[in-house]
């Protein structure tokens, strides 16, 4: 198995974001695409079928299979992870487990509390560590194949529960200014210890993944929008512009114009990133 890409769409509500979502699409032979929606309401098209869009909705696409999503215009936008794996000759068990079990359902109700497990999937499967990538696979498979028996295993461990919540709460305010102190008290843990538990299990500091976070919602609106960098740092609660380009260059290596320029040249030449798609 392969992870070609995981990425986590934030707030799914401009109209060019909504019209590049919304057209019918496949992906390539061998490769599967799973959806998993944690925030707003809308309609999954997949291989003709439609279904309702709802927080904790689970959808996987098989290949060359048309799909698109399409947002509630009067509700909440839409924020969800896709993740496109690549099966090769050394995954028959996995895919006829996709084929013959989970693709007959297609829509799962899965709950808003597996952040963790698709962010941990998202670091791990685009790692270039070959072990982690390793690691990313036998999640995932683990995953589905307790989907399939309809148990709920990711959540036994406390600790993994105040980092689902605190994955909420940052998720919920990237547009807000929000400070290590406002989440502690939230999850009634102390600083030092929130900061310990979240490191360890995220393998980064609390407040540097909500930049991250912010960096990740900022790449969206630049190559989705027509938004001035000026005023996508004043949407994501940044001290200036100047601020936001210097925060971005520094998780993206780009200033926030040239990223917008050089992505919009490669998609030019070469088309959207798949799991954008």
Not at 60 to 78: A, G, M, Q, R, V
Not at 133 to 149: D, G, P, R
Not at 194 to 214: A, C, E, N, Q
Request: charged share 25%; aromatic share 14%; net charge positive.
């Amino acid at each position: 198995m392969k992870f070609n890409d995981v990425v986590f769409v934030y707030q799914m509500k401009d109209k060019k974001e909504k019209k590049w979502h919304g057209r019918l699409h496949h992906h390539n032979s061998k490769e599967y695409e799973i959806h998993y929606f944690i925030q707003g309401t809308g309609e999954f098209l997949n291989n003709k079928n439609i279904y309702r869009i709802s927080p904790g909705s689970f959808f996987i696409t098989s290949p060359e299979c048309d799909h698109s999503i399409i947002t509630d215009d009067n509700y909440k936008p839409l924020s969800y992870y896709a993740v496109l794996i690549e099966l090769s000759s050394m995954d028959m068990e996995i895919e006829e487990l996709i084929i013959h079990e989970m693709l007959i359902k297609q829509n799962y109700d899965i709950g808003t509390n597996y952040r963790f497990f698709f962010e941990e999937l998202k670091e791990k499967g685009l790692s270039h560590n070959s072990n982690l990538q390793k690691s990313a696979s036998h999640q995932l498979i683990s995953f589905l194949y307790t989907l399939v028996e309809k148990r709920d295993f990711h959540f036994n461990e406390s600790g993994s529960i105040h980092i689902e919540k605190a994955l909420k709460i940052m998720q919920n305010n990237v547009t807000n200014d929000l400070s290590l102190e406002e989440i502690t008290l939230k999850l009634n843990l102390s600083d030092s210890y929130f900061i310990r538990l979240f490191k360890r299990k995220m393998k980064i500091t609390p407040m540097k993944y909500f930049t991250k976070l912010k960096i990740e919602a900022a790449t969206y609106m630049l190559t989705n929008t027509n938004l001035k960098v000026h005023s996508i740092a004043e949407k994501l609660n940044f001290y200036s512009e100047f601020h936001f380009s210097r925060v971005f260059k520094q998780y993206t290596g780009f200033a926030p114009s040239v990223y917008r320029k050089n992505f919009v040249y490669n998609q030019t030449i070469q088309g959207k990133p798949s799991a954008r798609q």
